[in-house]
């Protein structure tokens, strides 16, 4: 199984400029979730999905957006990218919620600039 | 709001030396707890979690963490550490009753152990 796969790996981006970061499981969880990587601040969460078609708001959700069309995919959009998104992004995903353990992408490091 | 905390952001240890790194959290009812660890350059693995019953519980590698409940608190421990376990150690908490679908994480103790 190829697990939690997050695309891209790395990401410049110029300020005001979007774009999507890619999250796929291949292991039919109903959770899905983003959280944002800083040092000393640890991880926290932006958005988060029970189901397809149902997401909800984490911690930090201001300046991105997500859907959930599928059990499989949940894309993470920067709507107007920011120096203060300047991050490494995780995706995360469990088989019974947050009572299940997460499995995590390998992260996408975005810099804005 | 739930917060959990981690007091060591970073500890250094020689090889063989114990390691307790501290957690607490500030909600009183029913949680699960987690500690996670993010190996140099990889992604976030659970290395051990607890629901419910034994407070000493035991993870990969050798770890294990004790539930105080009455001190709110989830330290893992390991009595000897290798080189390898240099890492990130995230601990990680769900309120059950009324918390909704989220899990809060702690900011992390990077522990640093050398030869």
């Known amino acids: 199984n190829a697990g939690v796969t997050q695309t891209p790996k790395f990401q410049v981006l110029k300020t005001g400029q979007s774009m999507t970061l890619q999250c796929a499981q291949d292991?039919?969880?109903?959770?899905m979730s983003w959280y944002r990587q800083d040092p000393g601040m640890g991880l926290r969460l932006i958005h988060y999905s029970v189901g397809a078609g149902i997401t909800d708001q984490g911690e930090v959700p201001n300046g991105y957006n997500v859907s959930r069309s599928t059990t499989e995919d949940f894309p993470l959009r920067l709507l107007s990218a920011a120096p203060s998104q300047t991050s490494v992004y995780f995706c995360?995903?469990?088989?019974?919620?947050?009572?299940?353990?997460?499995?995590f992408g390998n992260g996408t490091r975005l810099t804005v600039t | 709001a739930q917060s959990v905390s981690q007091h060591n952001h970073h500890v250094i240890l020689s090889e063989a030396a114990s390691l307790e790194l501290g957690c607490n959290y500030s909600?009183?009812?029913?949680?699960?707890l987690f500690w996670y660890v993010q190996y140099p350059g990889q992604h976030l693995q659970l290395l051990l979690k607890?629901?419910?019953?034994?407070?000493l519980v035991k993870g990969i590698k050798g770890f294990e963490a004790e539930f105080i409940k009455s001190k709110f608190s989830f330290n893992l421990r390991k009595p000897s550490v290798q080189w390898s376990d240099t890492a990130e150690y995230f601990c990680?908490?769900?309120?059950?009753?009324?918390?909704?679908?989220?899990?809060?994480f702690g900011t992390g103790t990077q522990l640093k152990v050398e030869l």
């Open positions: 607890y629901f419910s019953g034994d407070p």
């Open positions: 909600y009183g009812g029913t949680v699960n």
């Open positions: 292991m039919n969880h109903e959770y």
């Open positions: 995360a995903s469990s088989y019974g919620g947050l009572s299940s353990p997460l499995h």
């Open positions: 990680a908490v769900i309120i059950l009753t009324g918390g909704g679908n989220k899990l809060t």
